[in-house]
């Protein structure tokens, strides 16, 4: 079946350091794929998507780049902010698990001052 | 103004008990979810509902039951709750089509004790 492997949290960054978040994924056909965040006592919000390979998607500073030969997703910022302290799950869908979307296991990430 | 809504944010209760959560959108969409987070963060899909119609009906024991008394609504009723359902409830609803762009409720934190 469809499944999203990340890298394991927690990842502790000092504030402006590159943040790279692993991801790979295993699907038949052709999935779409996401990025979602959680702050703390928050739910999930959608961060970015790419819908097709080599597609990039990007907001608020962060990307990640639909790789097919690799089935990978990494997500990346050149400088994270404290105010990026969330969970951050990379996520897939597509019409072989009738869309419903299947979230990795998420990757915590704190940055401190 | 809040998009998806929740009701308790906390609830806290005694094994055997029956509870109840609710969950609210004024998004318009016409799909509601409902997902379960447990301590580590992990997300697993529950239910899905699309204009009052249940989609979505993962393995989960029978004492979790969905009701969606309209399409802005869904609530989730759990008889004879056990230990072993702590956790944190999300509710999520998505625009027909964009099923990938779901938009979270605030969570309800659920510890029985």
């Known amino acids: 079946g469809n499944s999203v492997t990340q890298m394991e949290g927690p990842v502790t960054l000092s504030e402006e350091a590159f943040l790279t978040i692993n991801c790979t994924y295993t699907?038949?056909?052709?999935?779409?794929l996401f990025w979602y965040v959680q702050y703390p006592g928050e739910g999930l919000q959608l961060l970015l998507k790419?819908?097709?390979?080599?597609d990039k998607g990007s907001n608020k500073g962060f990307e990640a780049t639909y790789r097919k030969e690799t089935t990978s997703f990494h997500l990346e910022k050149g400088s994270v902010q404290v105010s990026d302290s969330a969970v951050y799950f990379c996520a897939l869908s597509s019409q072989t698990s009738y869309d419903k979307v299947i979230f990795g296991p998420g990757t915590s990430l704190s940055v401190i001052p | 103004d809040t998009a998806v809504s929740q009701t308790p944010k906390y609830l806290v209760t005694q094994m055997g008990n029956d509870k109840s959560i609710k969950c609210e959108q004024n998004?318009?969409?016409?799909?509601m979810y409902w997902y379960k987070q447990d301590s580590k963060k992990f997300l697993k899909i529950m239910f899905s509902y699309n204009n009052k119609e249940l989609i979505i009906n993962e393995t989960v024991p029978n004492r979790f039951s969905p009701k969606s008394p309209d399409k802005a609504h869904l609530n989730l009723h759990i008889n004879s709750l056990e230990l072993g359902d702590s956790a944190v409830y999300f509710c999520?609803?998505?625009?027909?089509?964009?099923?990938?762009?779901?938009?979270f409720g605030p969570g309800t934190r659920l510890t029985v004790t």
């Open positions: 699907a038949t056909g052709y999935p779409s």
């Open positions: 790419a819908t097709k390979a080599d």
């Open positions: 998004l318009g969409h016409d799909t």
């Open positions: 999520a609803s998505s625009r027909l089509g964009r099923e990938y762009e779901q938009y």
